[in-house]
């Protein structure tokens, strides 16, 4: 079919890639099989949303009559590869470099075994943020809806269980986690951050939750939510450092809120309105909203004036 | 190659997840196969895809030599699977609950078959929407782009399936459908929301269109846009209530602009500005945009009173 | 199981959608086979990651003892389906529409083997977005992080990769590749865009970054930031005019600012703060934010004075 | 691509397809979904042979620590589907055409449940099956092998599974787990005979065991060995007579022979040569063998009557 | 993981065998993508075996409601692929090495319209095949049984399509298919042979039906038959030629018998007992059998005598 | 849908499924892991037809346009899993017991590379095979249509390596080959035979060819020849000796032909007869036939001494 030619294009563009690889920039990483499983992670979360929400999700591989048997065989399995993909990125990590196989396999199970004793813990928060979710949206027709289709409910429930890990102090897998919920909710939860129970996000895109960030209960957010970093302009020096925002107890963050500083705390019960962008503490029992945003019409309308009052004032909510 | 302690520790693991299970909360749902399984209507919506735009999408499968076979085997095949899972969901819905299985199929198949029914409607609105966005952006190199690969184009169709089902009083399906569109797409339309004709969205991330929205004919909606409740506070005691804006016919909404509540109505032939925050009714023909953000530098600009042109009047658009 | 009426609404049904698709309409189009297959693309496009990072990836369907075989078998494949696929969306280019299939097929493959000989170069780019991510974002643990689950690096190769082919005058593929990284990131990079080295975009989610836009070297983007048209009012007869601003090097814009307009110029040096709507120029070495935000606090706060001073100014970053 | 007229041929082959199926021929049977899916049969076979052989075999889809969680998940998952493949043929039994489904259902289910009570009793079985083929097969390295692939004790498992469901009087599906085996192995055991304990089949291919054969234990069957029926020129006016021999016990049957007729009993101890072809019954502790086959040599040989020497009496075995 | 010293073993294996593909013998071919696929072949087959059987195979891919659609798509799947391998062997044949692509296309496609014409005829005859198992089989409990597993009754469908094709002289095709048979069921039955209608196969494995061979009418052959040629010593040289038996209307062959030669007429009416070896013609209405296999006995038996009664002659089936 | 007491039932089943394990028969091993992957053994065989004979397959998974790479990929794959499944089965072995790991690895690969260094070789003889086959059958079209449909060339095919194997003192792994080359073709040849060159098998079921055979060059069989021992009474203690025989240089073996034991040699250049029953050695040149195979006939035929003539020796072939 190819002429010869061709065959000496395809060999030239083959040799040229290949001798690329040899610059020995941090892109040029070569050693295969020793990176975590992308595949295998993103299983490992979908295969705990059904040990979480037993009765929503069915097994396409088996049927079964009974609930122990599908969770024990889901359980297992999780287990197993989980162990695996934990064991994967210990070794990339500084401290384990001069330990031997066997160690880093048994704390690869220890840790496993550790992330599986806090399930129930952690369905105790997903049971609270369920009725929080419930309770804030109107819409909502059921709690199988939400546990079926609120991306907010989804993106909680993955931070969850990456936070676990996080806590745990297994590298990578846990940021792996919480991006595949950013990239099917458009909800950026780091695994870092800590969140009370009764959470409750609504529509959720564009929400970013900074990995030094702390939530505490009954806390409502809304969409294009940032809870971030005052600047980052110092870059790797802040690694590790309280650079995000603290919101207390019984907080509402309304759309498109920019909330940003380790040393910003929201006090409780209080409510920040959409928009507002907040670099400073706020007191217990706020309510916060943007004053004044002067809308201006051209012909067609009235006045000027009269469209003044389309504030935030009134509409208060 | 494990021992005989971990058996153990796998044991008690499983066994506390199980007992985790029987604390009677909502979380604690076991009861399988009376969900509707989602990747099945996801399913649906792909091949309802594909008898929409028989021009655009290839079967995998099969190979065909005419138009009329491909379509009729999709159709017959998710008229079958949409019929099985409207019945599932119907069994979850209670005035459904004492009806017997024949019951509940033989109204299944009338749903299913009024639905498709409406096929030939709903592609005539999908016609006029494809057109919008072929006249609204001066990127589109031609409507077979559009339709391959904008997400608004997207997120639109399957919002316009959904609304479908969601008017024949189907639970659950509609959401599950709208909230696929909204992973894919960033764009989160709920299925009760009224639109009209040549709805355009244009990058679409970040887009809210609440359940009692009513958008008319001719609107065109940017990235970031809102058209939300004003308050959420009572919960579910608004369940059922018109609580998100109305826009009229010819109204564009430019990108970040939140539009809230029930008794706002943007009025026809209006122009809504990027950011701009509205809870209260707007005229028709009005342009509304936010007056006068003060823009402020420091260091290494010419002046303050310069920058301050940087403002929306000048650049009305 | 179903009765004979049922049979003649199903046939009924069948009829109705086939006849509708005799309205001519662009809806309407029935050719099959002439379409460019998405699916293809997008496992060309995530073949070509592997090729870009042939550290990170694992082939699930061999195993290799060496890179070199590895890479070379995905060179070749990824160039069969792209010559592939080039080849059909030449068809629909109008100046390609009296060339025999041998011209196209040729056409094809030149286009392939230019866009594979670029690869070292885009790599090279590539390595340099790498090290602006690790610099710019204090919670990276290290570049492998970044490689294997940062949205942002994520969506900035694939818009490497389409530009690449974007430049080669390729119809549809382009797009059809930077929608699918839109789809999985909330990232919108327009194909035809042209972006420099060290680009670093954080979080990413709700980003635009319009056709015509020139973006230089070491530019920082948040989420939520558009760089688009001021208006598209004209539609299709702004198609191929420069509608999008200017970025020069060392420019950070942050989260939610919009820039608008084809000859809005961004000084290098300069920082654009959050939320900023800008339409003109700003010149080397500024730092434009949004000047007193006033902030309105009801019952709970100490007093309305203190509240202003949540503003931007102190808080500069 | 296809021009008018192909699209006509295509449409004509079609129709004349559709017409043949209407000459009411019993080929022409159109009820879909009322036959039992063979694809779901061979499955559980499969699965059976893990449950069976619980060492033997791997889980590809999910990864477990203990064969508790393993085979209750294997057995919960043929059970649901043996009971679906049972109600299906159940169906297509007379006696059970008036019943109403449930009643179908809960007799699937007893006889599913009443299967899955004999599987220890199977086992057992096996086991001596196993003993035998080792002790009979000086080639064997170990039971390992035989359990991974010996035809002959692979066609004999999957006939004591079809046996048991053939006893219960489930009709269709006996007949296609041990075509599955025919298919795999080439032996040829109607589930419908019953053999003892200790069998043992050696290579095996061309074996065929008819439907109302008797073979009692110790028994040795060779390759191309018929147990058959003396005529069949009366059709299905033999249906359910016994047809086919009896083989007592510590029987060896070597390769190639014949043993046809309900009459004809094999006495126990009794060994029967190569391509010996028996209609009459044969006393216990007989060695019956092809006495005397003439071998004719042409040139090139010393002479016939010492080729006459090549005859079974010496080489007895 | 691996050493350099692996890598060079590796290498030199690889660079070995690529060496050896260089010798230019018959196994040295090296042109990919000129050979027809095996797979699809099989997979046309499959599908073909739905089209014939409407009522006893199901779609895994699709649901329907009627059984027009369900073959419409069947026919039209298996026609584009079928055209498509088609083409592949002509290129092989050596009269089309000098015709261009679109010749073949067309010649392919004629092919493929012919043989979809001769389906209704080859359902006629497996219609009679299906009838005569049934009367010929007392272990046959019905019709769907033997369509659904049945070795003899699926070779013999799978030779009835492979001889329509092979009659349009498409070269590799109808061998492939009719080996897949063969894999399958033991029963090798050459594409070239002739057999009418009212065939019937039982058990089946080890049958030989040369490519010559001409089968009448309700003929009824039993497993181990061989149908075959006198002597191959003059290999090529025999190429087309009459090699093969003929046999006439209403003639049984009982297991074990083989029939050799091109002249070897086996009139009509006949019965050839098990194990009989003939190789010249044999008269209408005969009933040919050995005449008294001497079977003898060691210790244990009665005497002599009395076993030589166990000969064909009062067995006589 | 399943009441309290099904699940009672249930759990008993797999409760007394379970105890049944616990009999500590041969048939109740329980570990897992240990065993080799017979599906991982069949995918290696497979691609190891495509590295022998790589102008007649296809890759189904990569597109390539050389060959070079396509076997590259295919010789490190097959490696990688031989590798892992040999050194499963040391671990099987006794010798290997109380080695470490590390050994195991090292002698798996060892061996592996062994194996590969030995494929031209097995290619050429793969070649006279090849050409062997050919010129033994007129039916054959050309060698295309041996290699892609003859099961005798492939039963020989996978014979060849797995021999290779065997020689290697590699246990199972070999005979699982052979077994699947058995299931696919029903010709047993045992990996431990010698067989030399030109080796041509023709339809091949139901043929024989024990473990210590052997064969020389320019062999030909037909189906259902046996090449075995004499005697297997007395089980494993003939482990390890010569019980089959030994057949010389160029000597044809027609069908069901018998030839045992351990001292039987056919002399080269010799012919063996249809169903000649051989357990004695015989002389070069030699050309064995069953003399006067008396048929005998019934009412219809002539007479019964015409008939006589219908033996061997006319019909000498």
């Not at 490992?44 to 009974?66: A, H």
């Amino acid at each position: 079919m190819q002429k010869f030619e061709e065959k000496d294009v395809v060999r030239n563009i083959v040799e040229n890639i290949l001798s690329d690889y040899k610059n020995g920039r941090d892109i040029d990483k070569l050693t295969v099989f020793h990176q975590p499983d992308k595949e295998a992670i993103i299983d490992i979360v979908t295969k705990l949303m059904r040990i979480f929400f037993p009765g929503y999700y069915r097994d396409k591989v088996y049927r079964f009559y009974s609930v122990r048997n599908n969770v024990s065989v889901l359980i297992e399995d999780v287990m197993y590869n989980m162990q695996k993909q934990i064991a994967i990125v210990l070794h990339n990590k500084c401290e384990f470099n001069c330990c031997d196989e066997d160690d880093i396999q048994k704390t690869a199970q220890e840790l496993t075994f550790e992330f599986f004793q806090k399930i129930p813990k952690i369905r105790e928060y997903l049971n609270t943020d369920l009725q929080a979710t419930f309770d804030g949206d109107p819409a909502a027709n059921g709690k199988d809806e939400i546990v079926l289709c609120y991306p907010g409910f989804y993106a909680t429930t993955i931070y969850r269980i990456a936070h676990e890990v996080f806590v745990l102090k297994v590298p990578l897998i846990p940021r792996i986690m919480t991006e595949y919920a950013h990239s099917k909710t458009g909800i950026d939860i780091h695994p870092g951050a800590t969140i009370g129970k009764y959470f409750f996000i609504d529509h959720g895109t564009g929400i970013v939750v900074g990995s030094t960030t702390t939530i505490g209960n009954h806390v409502k957010v809304y969409q294009g939510v940032t809870l971030g970093a005052l600047s980052t302009r110092e870059g790797q020096k802040l690694h590790g450092k309280k650079r995000h925002p603290t919101i207390e107890d019984d907080v509402t963050i309304y759309s498109g809120a920019s909330i940003l500083g380790g040393a910003t705390v929201i006090g409780s019960n209080s409510v920040i309105g959409s928009n507002a962008f907040i670099t400073k503490a706020v007191e217990k029992n706020s309510r916060v909203s943007i004053q004044n945003q002067k809308l201006y019409c051209r012909p067609g309308e009235k006045s000027h004036a009269e469209l003044k009052d389309l504030n935030l004032n009134d509409g208060w909510y």
